[in-house]
Structure formats: structure tokens, C-alpha cells
């Protein structure tokens, strides 16, 4: 990407927030246009490989330095992400598609324009006749055309063996293929069975089925069992032919609308399906005043989206609308048709409504990161505290514990570039009373502060507590002992019913909590921090307690120190095998005494 194009596009950021899901990535240039568009089995992995440097094309550095945004839309399958690829490339024709195709080339199965048409797998540059797919793999593929050759009948063998038979084959022999070498079948009939698998390929299934059916339901009222067994395994084979992508056989065309809100901002997320096919996908950013409801968003965006175009018979919605009757009136009189709303729906178009949703989910917080940088972030932090200056460093301190055991502190630190992991520290708190988080806390800073004086390390522009006054006050104390000034100290407590958006602030020298509005960019900034600072710590706390219920009870005995102790957890594999031992056993272990064994035997089974 050109400089100024990383400004706008923080690539890093940017994938922090993408799904590791199958998917369609879109990349648009300064004016919206859609330059590239790709499919992933791992939409993350994928479009990681874009933003190293080593082993990129020349093709690919030209269009990357052109991108300034990139669009996601994940897919319940591979499968459904290569059709709606397909689409997509279809309706905007990008021209770097041209150029920078996938390495890998998709199976399609071919049906050629001969007088008695052929089907085979197909790769590569296309000739004449009709495709169908493209299939994930080449297995998915010949898996098709062997249940095709099954079904229909319809022959697979090359042109120049196809004129020189003078008898059927093997193929006839086996019942796959209806011999048309050696007119076994007229061409009428062929072009019949050809027009079936055309039109099963197509994905218009229903008769086809339907006659299957008939027919195995009137071999077995004939009792031809063997018959109705051979059509019914048809039956089970031509279902899986393909993968269906959630696919509804028959169902009128329809559109799935869903809404997400967050931090004043929406995502109306419009999944297009045709014929039971995800055909495309679309983002719209509606602007709206604060605290607008989500399902009055979706209504007036219906009714302005719908203004100019034409509604499918039904429209699929994650809000019920107030005025539904209304909106939906209106929709069938505009399209002299009956149009309806349903937000309640079942079965397949339910997985539809949630595959929007999380759309909706992922658009908009691509949106967020794109528009709010972390830079933008501490700026916005700076300002709603009235500091003079943007911090460059901050910190965040958290305590985890249960009821005192293993205490564990986590210190996380984030500059402009997000979260920096290798500065991270996590301190375990020793000496301290179960449950004293003062101590813990005056601990924790006593050890940070004073490390980074004596090693005259980097100092944070602001010092986040995870707690109220007194917790606060405890730092406050130690960085006057330390003669440590120019850090920011503030208390982060959690409000009222402890619900996220609600936080106090506490300040040193102030007597009363500040607040911040609940979607405002400097409180996302503290809620991602502190989050990630008691992610860390129960981790480490976790990581502890484990460790202490192996070791606590062996601490606990007298004359078995570290030495002893690790002695014993080798030389048996763990404690339960400890407690399983008898005193000879114990004494077998090297440093182990008998006396001693004795002790350790008595103290593991007076404990249980």
C-alpha cells in the first residue's frame, strides 16, 4: 500500500477484527470500487498474506498500494463462499480478478456441445459447451459425476472412443451410460436425459426428485424391490451431489435484513438470496441520531432502500417493526404483489437471519476500526479527561484471586499501535492477607515502579487501577514514595449493577467518581484495556491455582522442601500417585528418609 493509504487503512487493526471463517473479501479502492474480489477457507489467513511483503507479486503490490478498504461477508460453508465469489465477480467485474486469480483453479464439470453431449471434469481455459459449479475440490467433483452417470446415464467417454464403438462398453454393462455409441437410445431420448441433468446441475431438482419418487413408489407397489431399492439409493445419491449451502428448493426469492448498533453507529447488513442461493451481500452505514432503536433503524432504512427497488416476495428481519402491516402494504402495492415481513423465522431461513447478523456484526466493527484508529482513541481519551497532552504509553493494573489463593497481578500495556504483548507482566503476589486487594495492589506497584527506576525503563503517561478510591489511593502512595511524577493516575470501578458502560473514575485529590458517556470513544478505549488486563491475570491466576493443587499439601509437610518435593513429584508422575504409595515406596526416593516417609504418609492420609 502507497504511505497515504496506510493512513486510512491500519492493516493490523484491520485484521484483529476479521472473522477465521470460510468467506468473500471485496477490496475497494479511494472511490468504492470493487478491484478485487476473493474467497477463503480462513478469511484472516487469507488476507494476512496480503500484508507481507515477502513473496508478493509485482500484480499484487499494484493492487495493494491502490486499496483502501476491504469488505467481508462470511458464508456457512467454502462452497457457498465460491458461488457468492462467483456472483460478486459476476456484478462488479474488478479488473485485478483478471490479474490476480487465486493460484488454485476451481473444478467445474462440463457438458459439451456435441450431438450427444459429454460430461467430464473440466480445469482451466474453457471451450465450448456449458460449466456447472465450481465444486470445492476435485474429489467433490468426480463424486458428482459418478452419481450423475448413475442417475442419468448421461455418457463420459472421450469423442474419439465414442465414434469408433461397434458394441457397448463396460460402462452400458454397469448401467452407466445408455449406449448412445451404438444407438441403444435414440438422440431424442439422449437430449431428454441431458435436459434432466442440465437442469438437476442448475439446481432445479424438484421434478427430477419428484419422478424419482414416483417411480420407486410404483416399483415397489409392482414388487420390483430390487428396483424400488436401486431408485431409492438414486434418491440418496442425487441429494448429495452437491452441497446445498442452505439451499430451500422451490421458495419464492428473498432478501435478509439485519441491524447492529454499536458506539452510535449501525450496520444494516443485506443478504440477497435467489432461488435458495446467496447470491451477493451488501453493507449500508445509515447515519441516525444517538440512542435510536434498532428496529426503527431497520424500518426507515427499509423504506428508503426499497424507495427505488424492487422487493423480493419476502423480506427476512431481526427486528419486529411497529409498523410492519404498514411497511409491508406499501411494498405490495409498489410491487403489485404480496409482499410480507417476517422476523420470526424457522428452519433454514433461520441460519440465514443469523449468518446476516453476524455480517451486520463483523461489517460494523470493521467500520469502527476503520474510522476510529487507536490514535484517534487516545486523542479522544486526552480529551475527555482535559489532560494537555496525548499519552503515548498506557498501563493497566488488575488483581485475580479466589478468596486469596494464588493471588495474581497483570500489568498490560497499549500504545498507539494497539496492545504491546512482549511488555506485558504478570507478578505473583506474595505475603499478603487472603483477599487484602489493597496489599496486593500496593505490592504490585511497588515491584513495577521500582524495577523501571532502578532500571531507568519507560514510564507510562497513564497508570489505570482496576478499582475505586482505596485502591487508587494505594498507588498514589507508592509513587510518592518513589518520588515518581507526570504519570496519570486513575481508578477504574466498576458502577452500578457492574454493568459494562457504567464505569466511575476516581482521580487522586478528588472526592467524587467522574463519568463517561457509554459509547464514547475514550470509554472504549479504558473498557478494551481493562478487559484485556483481567483477561491476562485470570489466566496467570489459573495458571497458579493449578499448579498449587499439586504442590500445596507437599508444601504443607516438614523437611520436604523444593528439592523433596520435586523429587517426589518425578519419581511417582503426581500426587495421586504419591497418595497411593506406602512408606517403603516413599523412602525408595532419593533424600527421603524413612522417618521422613512416615511424615509424608501420615500427612496425605490425615488430608484425604
Not at 476503520?370 to 498501563?395: C, H, N, S, V, Y
Amino acid at each position: 500500500m502507497s504511505e497515504s493509504n496506510q493512513r486510512r487503512f491500519d492493516p493490523k487493526t484491520f485484521l484483529s477484527h476479521v472473522a477465521t471463517l470460510p468467506g468473500v473479501y471485496q477490496m475497494r479502492d479511494g472511490d468504492g470500487t470493487v478491484l478485487y474480489v476473493g474467497k477463503a477457507k480462513n478469511l484472516r489467513s487469507r488476507l494476512s498474506s496480503y500484508f507481507r511483503e515477502s513473496g508478493m507479486s509485482g500484480k499484487t503490490r499494484v493492487l495493494m498500494r491502490q486499496v483502501v478498504d476491504i469488505d467481508t461477508t462470511i458464508t456457512h460453508s467454502e462452497t457457498e463462499a465460491l458461488i457468492l465469489e462467483n456472483n460478486l465477480i459476476k456484478t462488479h467485474l474488478p479488473k485485478y480478478n483478471i490479474l490476480l486469480r487465486d493460484d488454485k483453479s476451481y473444478p467445474y464439470i462440463h457438458l459439451s456441445a456435441h450431438a450427444f453431449p459429454r460430461l467430464t471434469l473440466h480445469r482451466g481455459a474453457r471451450k465450448d459447451g456449458e460449466y456447472f459449479g465450481p465444486y470445492p475440490n476435485v474429489q467433490a467433483a468426480r463424486y458428482a459425476l459418478e452419481i450423475l452417470a448413475k442417475v442419468f446415464r448421461v455418457r463420459q467417454c472421450e469423442d474419439s472412443y465414442f465414434a469408433s464403438r461397434s458394441r457397448p462398453c463396460l460402462q452400458y454393462q454397469i448401467e452407466r451410460c445408455y449406449a448412445p455409441c451404438v444407438d441403444y437410445i435414440d438422440r431424442a431420448a439422449y437430449a431428454e436425459t441431458v435436459a434432466h441433468t442440465r437442469d438437476f446441475l442448475n439446481g432445479k431438482s424438484d421434478m427430477l426428485l419428484q419422478e424419482l419418487t414416483t417411480k420407486m413408489e410404483a416399483a415397489a407397489e409392482n414388487r420390483a424391490y430390487e428396483q424400488a431399492a436401486l431408485l431409492r439409493d438414486q434418491l440418496i445419491q442425487l441429494r448429495k451431489t452437491t452441497e446445498k449451502q442452505h439451499m430451500v428448493a422451490g421458495e419464492a426469492d428473498v432478501d435478509v435484513l439485519a441491524v447492529a448498533t454499536a458506539y452510535g453507529e449501525a450496520c444494516v447488513q443485506v443478504l440477497f438470496y435467489r432461488d435458495g442461493h446467496n447470491v451477493t451481500s451488501q453493507a449500508y452505514y445509515p447515519k441516525l441520531p444517538e440512542e435510536t432503536p434498532e428496529a426503527d433503524i431497520l424500518a426507515a432504512f427499509i423504506t428508503q432502500y426499497y424507495h427505488e427497488r424492487h422487493a423480493p416476495p419476502q423480506l427476512i428481519l431481526n427486528h419486529e417493526l411497529a409498523d410492519a402491516d404498514t411497511i409491508a402494504a406499501w411494498l405490495s402495492e409498489k410491487n403489485g404483489r404480496k409482499t410480507t415481513l417476517n422476523s420470526h423465522p424457522r428452519d433454514t431461513r433461520r441460519k440465514w437471519l443469523e449468518l446476516a447478523e453476524e455480517n451486520a456484526k463483523l461489517s460494523l466493527g470493521l467500520r469502527l476500526t476503520g474510522k476510529l484508529t487507536m490514535q484517534q482513541r487516545f486523542a479522544a481519551l486526552a480529551e475527555a479527561f482535559a489532560w494537555p497532552d496525548i499519552p503515548e504509553r498506557l498501563e493497566c493494573i488488575d488483581i485475580s484471586h479466589t478468596q486469596g489463593e494464588a493471588t495474581v497481578a497483570s500489568c498490560v500495556v497499549f500504545d498507539h499501535r494497539g496492545a504491546l504483548k512482549s511488555d506485558y507482566r504478570r507478578y505473583n503476589i506474595r505475603d499478603v492477607a487472603a483477599g487484602d486487594d489493597y496489599a496486593a495492589i500496593r505490592q504490585t506497584v511497588s515491584r513495577r515502579f521500582e524495577r523501571i527506576r532502578k532500571e531507568d525503563g519507560v514510564l507510562p503517561d497513564v497508570l489505570f487501577i482496576d478499582g475505586g478510591k482505596g485502591q487508587l489511593r494505594q498507588a498514589v502512595e507508592v509513587f510518592n514514595e518513589l518520588g515518581i511524577s507526570g504519570v496519570h493516575l486513575v481508578g477504574v470501578a466498576k458502577g452500578q449493577g457492574r454493568k459494562a458502560g457504567l464505569e466511575q473514575f476516581w482521580f487522586p485529590h478528588e472526592e467524587t467518581a467522574r463519568y463517561l458517556p457509554p459509547d464514547s470513544q475514550a470509554m472504549q478505549l479504558i473498557v478494551q484495556i481493562r478487559d484485556e488486563a483481567h483477561r491476562f491475570a485470570i489466566t496467570g491466576h489459573r495458571a497458579g491455582r493449578a499448579k498449587n493443587s499439586k504442590r500445596s499439601v507437599l508444601e504443607q509437610i516438614p523437611g520436604v522442601g523444593a528439592k523433596r518435593r520435586q523429587a517426589l513429584l518425578k519419581y511417582f508422575g503426581g500426587l495421586a500417585q504419591i497418595r497411593l504409595a506406602g512408606v517403603e515406596e516413599l523412602a525408595r526416593v532419593p533424600g527421603v528418609s524413612e522417618t521422613l516417609a512416615k511424615e509424608i504418609y501420615a500427612t496425605l492420609h490425615e488430608q484425604g
